[in-house]
């Protein structure tokens, strides 16, 4: 290989490893080139399909294949939903100018959904432009696309008129919408001004969000439909609250007003990641992620405390009138006081906010979550904290393969255990595995260790899959010696052993070691990124086991998710899915969308998300 090529190969984007732990939620990347200058902005329903389709190769246009080759880094943005993202990519295109997009985007106004004031007959139109015209203006949605699919749901429900006016004042008989009930052909006297004016009203009470009174209405028509055994029709008013839930989607990325800085922390595995939202004039206008380096011996309150006021202080950065934590920091007062003085700018340091605000909070969290992952699951990244573990471990040759086990269960109810593989890039999903304990002594750990020990390594002993490396158990000497006492019996000698278990505080970074030969138990550095490699094998056994318990449990009573929750009883699962038509409808439903339950406030709003959402 050349030295040109070799140069190639080292600044080339590895876009297997970025794309292994991409997330598949809404969202938008943006794609820079080796001096850091932005390629392109795009949005995505699925952000995993979409970036992964640039990469496939064989279908590409030329156009498409010269951006993939001065691709060096690629930056994502998760949103609640693809509205939002449609939004925050329009709101970085016309900030940034990508040279990809220019050619591929305009720079048209947001468009509008707009009825009249002056007519006795309003119709509801598509409105670009000025708003110059007396009436109520909806919106502003993402696309023209959004505003015509709007138009037709709103159609189709409460057959409100949409032809122009020119139209309507020369029929002399009812057009085609009107056979094909689309429309009461208000043009013929087919109904009246009241009635017509009532179905106005209830199809702008849906666009301005105030949707409870004839959402209600349609789930007791969809509950009597059921009643009456006319499940086509109760199937066909669940699709209509759920496409209404969803033209009716709050959105974060445009509000109308506010300017904000909005911070998500996430702390796991020995690594941090902050991610910050620039909100202006209501709108998210860019986003960044950061990783400082960790000191374990800070808490987070501490971590987060520094990096703000080097954020602030330490440069020429244009400070907004609101900084948004995702909580409380002890010297806040004094940070504020420093900013001031610095910029001669009054800033107000919060936590603990509503609306809108509360919706951006949410959105800065969970892509510092997702940022922290993909963090984690950098090749570079795991390929040095590898390197360390081999160092630490003393082993001769490079370590490929490890696998990590961990039991979860309640009182001894649904054991499962859970094995989970890491490779030299990272988690190895795919050869993840769950086992149902049986036939134990409930609540009996040492037992549904070794059960599930001697059923993973007697397949991979007769060649069912590959031996690990290193075999590491979540927990000390009890559970290490019961590996070693598996292996023992089916003879395998070729995998090491060692447990990592947490100290007598129970906290990060004070883990140690045990070795499953000697017994031995010895203290890892907080900072050693071998401790912060077995640190993110451990959570993730952890996190897959719990995961796994939650679904035996629930299949095991049979019952419906809604009931493990803590204060969802049979009111409100019924409210929940009246308002919603499935379970699966509630799964992806966002919090604020759950919290227009008559009966669910804003906090168990949350708690429902979290319990259905147990990765997040």
């Not at 009138?321 to 919060?350: C, M, N, W, Y």
Request: proline share 3%; glycine share 6%; hydrophobic share 35%.
């Amino acid at each position: 290989m050349s030295a040109t090529d070799q140069e190639q190969e080292q600044n080339s984007f590895d876009s297997k490893a970025f794309l292994a732990n991409l997330s598949s939620r809404p969202g938008v990347y943006q794609m820079y080139d080796k001096h850091d200058k932005i390629l392109y902005v795009g949005k995505a329903r699925n952000l995993k399909n979409r970036v992964s389709s640039y990469f496939r190769g064989s279908w590409q246009g030329t156009k498409t294949r010269a951006l993939v080759s001065h691709i060096r880094r690629i930056e994502v943005t998760l949103t609640h939903s693809e509205t939002e993202a449609l939004l925050l990519e329009q709101n970085l295109i016309k900030a940034q100018r990508p040279p990809y997009n220019i050619l591929l985007r305009d720079d048209k106004s947001y468009p509008y959904i707009f009825i009249s004031a002056t007519d006795d007959f309003p119709a509801v139109r598509f409105h670009r432009g000025a708003k110059k015209a007396k009436g109520q203006y909806f919106g502003p949605f993402p696309s023209g696309g959004a505003v015509r699919e709007s138009l037709n749901l709103l159609q189709k429900l409460f057959k409100i008129r949409q032809c122009e006016d020119s139209f309507f004042r020369n029929r002399s008989r009812p057009c085609l919408q009107h056979q094909i009930k689309r429309c009461t052909a208000p043009c013929v006297g087919l109904i009246d001004k009241e009635r017509y004016a009532e179905d106005l009203r209830h199809a702008s009470m849906f666009l301005e969000g105030k949707n409870q009174a004839v959402t209600a209405e349609l789930a007791e028509r969809m509950d009597a439909a059921s009643s009456h055994l006319n499940f086509e029709l109760a199937a066909e008013l669940r699709d209509q609250i759920s496409a209404l839930r969803q033209v009716q989607e709050q959105q974060y990325v445009s509000g109308s007003g506010g300017e904000a800085d909005v911070f998500g922390c996430a702390i796991n595995s020995g690594s941090i990641s902050i991610h910050a939202l620039f909100v202006r004039g209501g709108r998210i206008i860019g986003s960044k992620a950061y990783h400082p380096k960790l000191s374990l011996e800070g808490s987070e309150s501490e971590l987060l405390s520094s990096f703000i006021a080097q954020f602030y202080l330490s440069g020429a950065r244009e400070v907004p009138t609101s900084i948004i934590l995702p909580f409380a920091l002890d010297d806040a007062e004094v940070i504020g006081q420093a900013i001031t003085e610095k910029t001669t700018k009054r800033v107000q340091i919060t936590h603990n906010v509503r609306g809108d605000r509360a919706g951006w909070q949410r959105l800065a969290q969970t892509n510092a979550n997702q940022q922290l992952v993909s963090h984690l699951a950098s090749k570079q990244n795991i390929s040095n904290r590898f390197l360390a573990l081999q160092d630490l471990l003393d082993f001769d040759t490079a370590i490929r393969r490890m696998e990590c086990f961990d039991i979860s269960h309640s009182s001894g109810e649904a054991t499962v255990a859970s094995c989970v593989v890491f490779d030299e890039n990272g988690p190895l999903k795919s050869d993840y595995r769950h086992f149902n304990i049986e036939g134990i002594t409930a609540g009996d750990d040492y037992a549904a260790m070794q059960q599930a020990l001697e059923r993973r390594y007697t397949r991979l002993k007769k060649g069912e899959g590959k031996l690990p490396d290193l075999l590491i158990i979540d927990g000390g000497k009890g559970q290490v010696s019961q590996a070693m006492t598996v292996l023992e019996s089916l003879q395998i000698t070729e995998v090491t052993v060692i447990g990592i278990a947490k100290g007598t505080t129970r906290k990060a970074g004070f883990e140690f070691l045990v070795n499953g030969q000697t017994g031995e138990e010895s203290v890892i550095p907080s900072d050693s990124g071998a401790l912060h490699l077995l640190q993110h094998i451990r959570d993730e056994a952890h996190r897959f086991a719990i995961t796994g318990h939650r679904a035996r449990r629930a299949k095991v009573r049979k019952r419906s998710l809604l009931e493990d929750i803590p204060g969802i009883g049979q009111k409100r699962r019924r409210e929940l899915l009246k308002y919603f038509g499935s379970i699966k409808e509630i799964e992806n439903a966002s919090i604020e969308e759950i919290a227009k339950v008559s009966t669910i406030s804003a906090k168990l709003a949350q708690e429902i998300w979290l319990c259905l959402h147990p990765d997040s």
